[in-house]
């Protein structure tokens, strides 16, 4: 038989896998992290939709709106990462205070040395959203506080530790992160190193703290 007289090949599409509903859910949840880590809070979940290969109505079907589901990225990326006992672990006086701040910060990082919190982070700011700014009133601030309050009392001062120098150490450690994840410029890849650079600075230069030995050029 002539090609012009056969029957054409019916092909079939291979069958969707059913997803329950909680798999879907966490599907679209894991898609949507990375979509606005990718594109930002104001790219429209249509495209995420598109990017699924789903319907925009399914997205809705388990999160009512997109401000919901952008809730559920700052649950998922960022406030889940934040570990409570931190701040425990930084008021026990039993531990010298570069100690305490080198473990904390080690861990700190641990946690969020990663693009995809980076750019969340970022983007939540640029896009006009409170997320960050929930995030340091809701946790960071508090932080800081006690890293002031803590090295006060380790260097007996008689007067406050500015506010601006705790954050300049935190600050140090979150530009590390842009500079690795954003810039993509070559940085040390060791958070111990990374850490005790930035806490050695941060003592040093807190007022009291003893000068550096000199050595006598003439011993």
């Known amino acids: 038989m002539s090609d012009e007289g056969r029957v054409p090949e019916v092909r079939r599409r291979s069958p969707r896998t059913r997803l329950s509903p909680e798999a879907r859910q966490a599907m679209i949840l894991d898609a949507a992290v990375?979509?606005?880590?990718?594109?930002?809070?104001?790219?429209?979940?249509?495209?995420?939709?598109?990017?699924?290969?789903?319907?925009?109505p399914l997205i809705y079907?388990?999160?009512?709106?997109?401000?919901?589901?952008?809730?559920?990225?700052y649950q998922e990326v960022i406030?889940?990462?934040?570990?409570?006992?931190?701040?425990?672990?930084?008021?026990d006086r039993r531990t010298p205070l570069r100690t305490r701040l080198v473990d904390f910060y080690q861990?700190?990082?641990?946690?969020?040395?990663?693009?995809?919190?980076?750019?969340?982070?970022?983007?939540?700011?640029?896009?006009?959203?409170?997320?960050?700014?929930?995030?340091?009133?809701?946790?960071?601030?508090?932080?800081?506080g006690i890293i002031a309050a803590e090295a006060k009392a380790s260097l007996t001062l008689d007067h406050d530790v500015d506010l601006e120098l705790v954050w300049h150490l935190q600050s140090t450690l979150?530009?590390?992160?842009?500079?690795?994840?954003?810039?993509?410029?070559?940085?040390?890849?060791?958070?111990?190193?990374?850490?005790?650079?930035?806490?050695?600075?941060?003592v040093s230069g807190l007022p009291g703290h003893p000068e550096p030995a000199v050595d006598d050029p003439g011993s």
């Open 34 to 56: 990375q979509f606005f880590a990718e594109r930002g809070f104001a790219a429209q979940t249509r495209e995420l939709a598109a990017r699924l290969d789903i319907s925009e």
């Open 61 to 73: 079907r388990y999160f009512p709106t997109k401000e919901a589901l952008i809730e559920r990225v």
């Open 79 to 91: 406030e889940s990462r934040w570990d409570d006992q931190w701040a425990n672990e930084l008021q």
């Open 107 to 144: 861990r700190y990082l641990d946690a969020i040395d990663d693009g995809i919190w980076i750019r969340i982070v970022m983007y939540a700011s640029l896009d006009g959203l409170d997320m960050t700014r929930l995030y340091i009133a809701g946790h960071v601030d508090h932080v800081m």
């Open 174 to 202: 979150i530009y590390y992160l842009v500079r690795k994840h954003i810039h993509r410029t070559p940085v040390e890849p060791e958070h111990e190193a990374v850490v005790t650079m930035a806490v050695d600075a941060f």
